[in-house]
């Protein structure tokens, strides 16, 4: 549609404001190794009742799994994906897989 003098079209990622930036923008390749401890957060309550686990055993491996700054001061602190999914499959009762 025409926008009239003075309008913006609405942004692209609009939609997903409210959203951690890396699971709008980072690659669905899924060979991505972490993500943000924000995406790991806004993801934890949907990981836990899907696998019948209880959000704060969630959280526990989250925080088990959050690596910090390489050497201190490069990068962000991110979550290790592979290490939170087979952590978190090691403790999923048999009756939610």
Do not use: K, Y
Request: hydrophobic share 35%.
């Amino acid at each position: 549609p025409m926008m009239s003098s003075g309008q913006e079209p609405p942004s692209t990622f609009q939609h997903f404001r409210g959203h951690p930036r890396d699971l709008v923008t980072s690659s669905g390749s899924g060979l991505d190794p972490h993500i943000s401890p924000a995406a790991a957060l806004w993801q934890r309550a949907r990981v836990a009742a899907a696998r019948g686990l209880t959000v704060d055993a969630v959280q526990a491996q989250i925080d088990a799994c959050t690596e910090g700054r390489q050497f201190g001061m490069l990068g962000e602190p991110r979550v290790n994906v592979l290490c939170l999914n087979l952590t978190l499959e090691r403790q999923t009762p048999d009756s939610q897989r």
